[in-house]
Every structure is written in C-alpha cells, then in structure tokens.
C-alpha cells in the first residue's frame, strides 16, 4: 500500500487514516466518500443497517482490493464518529443536525437547491454545542430538490470534509480555518444562473428561502444531458483526462475516442478513473470498460496494427493505445482529421497541449485543454470554438496578466520545472476532481446547441481561460489569480492581454490580438 499512496503522500501524509465518518443517506454521500477514500478514509460507522455498509465496502474493495483496514462498526459512543455526512433531502439534513446535536459531533450537510433557486447548491457546517437554530429553520423552507449535485459540487464537498477532518493536523487548511473559525461562516451557497462556479459563505442567520435564496422568476435547470448525439476525444487519460471522462459519461455521450499510450500503475488507482484490478493494461483499455461498465455490459473487438480497439455497449469507444509525440506532428494531424469529434479534451500536461491545440485549430474542431498547476491548488482551463472566431490555445496561453501567483510548492522549489513535467503532481482526487468536475461543465455547454448566458459572454468577450482555485494565498500583491474563496473560477482573455513584443497576427489562428499594458508585479 505504501506505492499506493506514494503520489499523495507530499501533501497529506496519512491523511484520513486515523478518522472516522458516518453517513446518513448513502446514495447522497457516498460519491464523497469515494473522494475522501483517495484521502487515506478507511474507517466508517454507520448509522441505518449493516447491509448499506456491506454495500459500500463492496464498492470500495472493488476499486481498491489492495486495502485490507477497511472498518465499518455500528454507532456507539466508543466509536463516536469524527464527522458526520448528510447530503440529500431537507428532512434528511433535519435528521442530520439532530443527530449532531444529540451525540455532540461536526456534520456536514449538503443538497442541490431545487430550481428556482438563486443558487445551485447549498452546504451547511454544524459544530458540536452551536445554537442550530437557524439552521433548522432554514431547513424547513426548502423545498424538496429534483436533481442529483452535479462532480465539481461532490468535489468542493469533499474539499471542506476534508478540511473539517484535517484541521489543528500539519496539514490543516488556512484558508477554511480563517473562513469558519475565524470569521465565523456556517453555509456556503454555491453556483447561480449567472455563473455556475458562484462562491457565497455566509451565515445561517442571514438565510432565507423567500427573500434571499428562493426566487419567484422561473429559470431553466442544468440538465447533464445533451440533446443530439456527441462524439468526444480524450487525448491524455491520466488524472484530469480519465474523471473528464467520468463526468461526461453520466452526460451519455455517445462517441468517445481515448488517446494515449500509458499502461495502469500501481499508484494511480487512488487519484484515477481506474481499478487496482486493471494494474498492467493499457489506460485506454482500461478507461473505455470502466465508461461502460458503469451502467450496462459491453463487448471489444480486437485492434488491428495501428488500430483502436473498439468496445461497444450502450455507446462506442474508440480506444487509440499510441504515444502521442510532439516529433509526430503531420501524424497528428491526420489523426485529428480521422477522428473528427464533436469536441476534444485535451489533458496530456506537457508541452504536447500545444500541438494538439494547433492541430484541432487547423481541423476547426472545438477544443479544451485543461490542467491543474502545482498540486492541483489551481486549475487552468482554455476553450476554443474556431468557427466562431474565439481566441486559440497560443492567443492565450503565456499572454495573460492573471495577477500574482502563489509561493512555489516545495517540489517546484526542489526542481527546475518545464511544461514537460507532469506538474500537477502529488495531489489527491479531491483536488482533481473538482476540476474535472468544471471542465466536464464547460465541455457539455461547448456541445450544446443553445448556449447559456454566460457561456455566450464568454464566447463574445473572448474571456476563454477559466483559473480556478481548490485553496487560496495571500501574497504581498494580493489574492493569488484575484481567487479569494476556494472553490472560486474567474474567466480571462482579451481583457488581461499582455505581450512586450509588437503587435501581430497569431501563428495559429491568424487573430490579431492588441495587448494592453499591465505591471510586471
């Protein structure tokens, strides 16, 4: 197990070993707990029947056999539990903080707010001995929600869990310490109809449904489906690109195409779309069953020489087992051509983005390239739709004023580091995930035909780079990226332009792009 945990143990040590969760409602949960799983959980007390914690051990042995310290005992004082998770219907949540007050311990209770709503999602922090009165009162006005949390929500979720488990720990955050200990903040409103990635913590004082969350005009809900049949390429499966995939395979997509030539090791699995029973084979094989296997059965035609194998079920996957190579690039062309998606999700994180990018450019492919900086502390993403003229990957790319940047990681200290590198590592699922989860978001609305307001903004201000940020640092210049909440994503582009050479046409898209003058701090 020590390989296992080898590429999170920088940033975690041995995370959640020690800490004990209990759960209320595990179809609401348990897509939490599979996150903080990554984090080092293995201890579980449960509060219903022993057949639901059967039923998630058998989930979580599935995807780690490896593992032989799973723990599941029934609540009693001896085991109090160190957090409590409650995530789905307003009377569920009111069961939750009653529990919470009764046996004296933090939970964690969350739910998607129901449309219309000024907001996607609400989560709530219950300390032991707090007067939860206006907790409960604003519990009794929801109303009852229709939809599932969408991945980057499950994510910031997991994010807070995490801190609530870690705090007063070397690795307690700063950040969440200073917004609930400090300022005193309880809830955290998230997402709204204006930006999907809004950022509210408040407290549950100044909650209420009629006057401040609820709203009367009707509004349109997210819908994870697209309308017409879609066909997406992956090029890069690691962490990033294999829980992009994830995500939009609950969108049922239609087509994937999967790229990349690495195989299964043994420490991916904790921070991957991928099993420790699939240590060995090719990502992409890999990949493509668990897409499929995660709702029907399947079948795979073997792959001719210098062709994907095929697997299909209720959808068809390509899957291209094949280095990519920035020494290959008219081959990657014509491979862009033959594949001809409806979008593609580039996540290799080497300089290899750039030659994707160009080569989708060229093909007017729409496009995404993602990637997370230094432990996943922040995420990058950039979009392009090049039949509607917005700014490309190298319009943006290295031209930005994103405002200061955080202290370097001690991995980046230790190193001279080149794009080459993969740099988001080490990190753990719950950072990776949450921004697999906002990709996953701007890829459906990228394949949408009817487009949503913001995303329309965006596309017409040239505003396609997206930063977001799992934690935030306070530098002598200010918020690092302008980010002062975690969870926060803000959109550059056009508008933050800066070059010190003269003005000139993309090489890429031909753009001409006017710089504008920024300080170098």
Not at 104 to 122: D, G, H, M, R, T
Not at 183 to 198: C, H, I, N, R
Not at 238 to 262: M, T
Request: charged share 20%; with cysteine; proline share 7%.
């Amino acid at each position: 197990m020590q390989s296992y945990f080898s590429r999170i143990e920088p940033v975690l040590g041995s995370g959640l070993a020690d800490k004990r969760v209990a759960w209320l409602n595990l179809e609401g949960c348990k897509p939490v707990i599979e996150l903080l799983v990554g984090c080092r959980l293995r201890r579980f007390v449960w509060l219903e029947t022993a057949e639901e914690a059967q039923q998630l051990e058998e989930v979580l042995r599935q995807h780690n056999h490896f593992e032989d310290g799973w723990e599941f005992q029934p609540f009693s004082p001896e085991n109090s539990p160190d957090l409590l998770l409650v995530g789905g219907s307003p009377r569920v949540m009111l069961t939750g903080l009653q529990l919470a007050q009764v046996w004296q311990i933090p939970a964690l209770l969350f739910s998607k707010l129901p449309a219309p709503s000024n907001y996607e999602a609400v989560v709530l922090v219950c300390w032991p001995r707090a007067d939860l009165e206006a907790e409960r009162k604003f519990l009794e006005q929801l109303p009852e929600p229709t939809e599932k949390l969408e991945a980057g929500v499950i994510a910031q979720v997991a994010a807070i869990a995490k801190a609530l488990l870690l705090d007063h720990s070397p690795y307690a955050r700063p950040d969440y310490n200073h917004l609930f200990n400090v300022l005193g903040y309880t809830v955290l409103l998230l997402g709204s109809p204006e930006w999907p990635w809004q950022v509210c913590f408040t407290k549950a004082s100044q909650l209420n449904w009629s006057s401040g969350i609820g709203q009367e005009k009707s509004r349109s809900s997210f819908s994870l489906q697209i309308p017409t049949p879609k066909h997406v390429a992956i090029f890069g499966c690691g962490g990033l690109g294999s829980l992009i995939a994830k995500e939009l395979n609950v969108a049922e997509v239609e087509r994937f195409s999967l790229l990349d030539s690495g195989k299964v090791q043994i420490f991916h699995p904790v921070r991957q779309f991928y099993h420790t029973s699939q240590l060995g084979q090719p990502k992409v094989y890999a990949l493509a069953e668990n897409l499929l296997s995660q709702n029907y059965s399947f079948q795979h035609y073997p792959a001719k020489l210098g062709q994907p194998r095929i697997y299909q079920g209720h959808q068809t996957i390509a899957s291209y087992n094949l280095r990519l190579n920035d020494n290959w690039i008219e081959a990657l062309e014509d491979l862009v051509t033959e594949i001809q998606p409806d979008l593609a999700v580039v996540t290799t994180g080497t300089d290899l983005d750039y030659y994707l990018a160009r080569a989708l450019q060229r093909a007017k492919i729409p496009y995404l390239v993602a990637r997370c900086y230094p432990r996943a502390r922040y995420f990058e993403l950039i979009f392009s739709l090049p039949a509607e003229g917005t700014p490309c990957f190298d319009c943006l790319r290295g031209h930005l004023y994103t405002g200061p940047h955080p202290g370097l990681t001690e991995e980046e200290a230790a190193r001279y580091e080149r794009a080459i590198t993969l740099e988001a590592e080490p990190a753990t699922l719950v950072e990776t995930s949450r921004a697999a989860g906002v990709a996953a978001r701007l890829g459906l609305e990228m394949l949408k035909p009817l487009k949503v307001s913001w995303f329309q903004e965006l596309v017409q201000e040239g505003q396609t780079c997206l930063i977001g940020a799992n934690e935030t640092h306070f530098t002598p210049e200010g918020w690092a990226y302008g980010l002062s909440l975690p969870g926060q994503v803000a959109a550059f582009g056009l508008a933050q332009l800066f070059d010190s050479q003269q003005t000139r046409p993309c090489h890429t898209c031909g753009r001409v792009n006017l710089p504008l003058s920024y300080p170098h701090s």
